[in-house]
């Protein structure tokens, strides 16, 4: 019996003597390749690959996430030269930060829904976000500032993030980068809040121009 591999064509010859009387195996003497042969009486054949398996369907593309309502209108006012903040605070001094903001030309929402706000910020609704550092404890919803900390980093340096607290000197640099916020208040200092926020948005600007412009640039190309 003559056979042929069918992984590199290698000529097997076999004693017609020594074929059984059913299919049997035979390893290539060349390539090792383990191939099925016909039983004696059977016409000889050339061995054949097994089939190859199916091969799966590609993985379908996870759908884009749909924008809400809110981020398809904040997108026109974006267009239109209109700011948005959103303010997540508890006491005094929520309503001193929000007219400096409103000063500054945002338009502002206070809101007590952490979890609509949350959404809304990470779908680039808001360019402001001011909240305290509080830690939501056992079987509460997390914070406004935890939702920012998980919040993919290109995401989170498009939000000019505040956070308000008696733990904090305002305008402390060093607290700031801590916390990863832009600028940190007192709220004994919350009277101040504009020009503070003015300030630090202009140094902000000027740090990361760079890295807009660069961006700016791939995406026209």
């Not at 390893?27 to 059977?42: A, D």
């Not at 593309?61 to 974006?78: I, T």
Request: net charge negative; hydrophobic share 35%.
């Amino acid at each position: 019996m003559q056979a042929q591999c069918p992984r590199c064509s290698t000529r097997i010859q076999i004693d017609d003597t020594k074929v059984p009387d059913k299919p049997f195996k035979v390893r290539c003497p060349k390539c090792q390749h383990v191939m099925t042969l016909p039983s004696r009486g059977q016409p000889p054949a050339e061995a054949a690959e097994p089939p190859a398996a199916p091969t799966p369907p590609p993985a379908p593309e996870e759908p884009a996430p749909m924008l809400s309502q809110a981020a398809l209108e904040r997108a026109e006012r974006a267009a239109a030269g209109e700011r948005d903040a959103i303010i997540a605070l508890v006491g005094p001094a929520t309503e001193p930060v929000q007219r400096a903001l409103e000063h500054l030309g945002f338009h502002v929402d206070v809101v007590e829904d952490i979890e609509e706000g949350g959404r809304l910020l990470e779908q680039g609704v808001y360019e402001v976000a001011v909240t305290s550092r509080g830690v939501a404890g056992p079987g509460r919803p997390e914070t406004l500032a935890q939702r920012m900390l998980r919040m993919p980093l290109d995401t989170r340096r498009r939000v000019f993030a505040i956070l308000v607290g008696d733990e904090f000197r305002t305008g402390d640099g060093t607290q700031a980068w801590a916390v990863q916020a832009d600028l940190v208040l007192h709220p004994n200092d919350t009277a101040r809040a504009e020009h503070l926020i003015r300030a630090t948005m202009t140094e902000r600007k000027r740090l990361y121009q760079p890295l807009v412009d660069a961006r700016r640039r791939i995406e026209s190309e």
